[in-house]
């Protein structure tokens, strides 16, 4: 629901914030299809018909860029349209993460599938979800990806206990969905990159609401991890929560930093900002 970005998301997704010149969606697409997943579904709800319109054909601007002679622009505008094949569900009610992956269940059938969260910003120059299907490929099970987080920080996510097998990858044991400092297992969080086998989407309907009052897609991976091998690839990249405040500062000016474009000028600025007294 956006709601540590208010007023920001009041009228438009918080998928659609801006990091540097691309909505965050489309990082998220963008890494999906480079970790070669073919067809997109996104689940989205009420007031966020603006995703549905990011990849559609906007005709007008494309018509007006091309005969302006902007080719650059015409190709990038074009491109978003034709990137991906895109399929949209609506969750009609915010009833968790588990339950909005549910939602998708009749298109993704029997199929093993990935599930990224979008506000979750992962750059590296192998992509995250790449990072995971490497583990799928080898061993044809369920991967999620991870990150340490400091202690204080253990109560925002999905906190795993895992061991190292044989081939030193990570099993995961269990999990807790966003437990106290006490209750953790470890300082090992899951970070918004899934892949899964099909059955999860086989649990996720047994499972009932959990932490928060909402079905927990943890949860019922945590159900999966005693059924069959789950496991989890600690992911190598710069990571921002780029659905609070703080780190999508953090990242548009990073990201800012680097870019081809604006990153000079915005070194300049920040220089001349820091060193004023
Ligand atoms: C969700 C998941 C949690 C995970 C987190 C990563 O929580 O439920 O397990 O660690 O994403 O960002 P949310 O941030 O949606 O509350």
């Not at 047994?206 to 927990?216: D, F, H, K, V």
Request: with cysteine; net charge negative; aromatic share 6%.
């Amino acid at each position: 629901m956006g709601t540590r970005f208010l007023p920001a998301t009041k009228a438009s997704p918080k998928e659609m914030l801006t990091i540097v010149d691309k909505p965050l969606i489309q990082y998220g697409v963008e890494e999906a299809l480079a970790a070669g997943m073919e067809q997109i579904i996104m689940i989205t709800g009420r007031g966020k018909r603006a995703i549905e319109d990011h990849f559609d054909i906007s005709a007008e601007l494309e018509a007006n860029l091309k005969s302006a002679g902007k080719e650059k622009l015409y190709k990038k505008v074009s491109y978003v349209a034709r990137m991906a094949e895109v399929i949209y569900v609506r969750q009609k009610q915010a009833m968790g993460l588990g339950h909005a992956v549910l939602c998708a269940r009749h298109w993704v059938a029997d199929e093993a599938f990935g599930v990224s969260l979008a506000d979750e910003l992962i750059i590296h120059d192998k992509p995250a979800m790449q990072q995971l299907r490497e583990v799928y490929e080898q061993t044809g099970c369920s991967v999620l990806g991870l990150m340490q987080v400091p202690a204080d920080q253990v109560f925002k996510y999905g906190i795993v206990d895992y061991q190292a097998d044989e081939n030193g990858l990570l099993r995961l044991t269990d999990m807790v969905e966003k437990p106290a400092p006490e209750d953790a297992p470890s300082n090992m969080a899951i970070v918004g990159r899934y892949i899964f086998t099909p059955r999860l989407m086989e649990l996720l309907r047994e499972t009932r609401p959990g932490s928060g009052g909402e079905i927990q897609l943890t949860d019922a991976i945590a159900v999966l991890a005693k059924e069959e091998p789950v496991y989890g690839v600690l992911l190598e990249g710069q990571r921002f929560d780029a659905g609070n405040p703080e780190g999508f500062l953090l990242a548009n000016t990073l990201l800012g930093l680097q870019h081809e474009q604006y990153g000079k000028a915005l070194r300049q600025a920040l220089k001349e900002v820091l060193n004023k007294p």
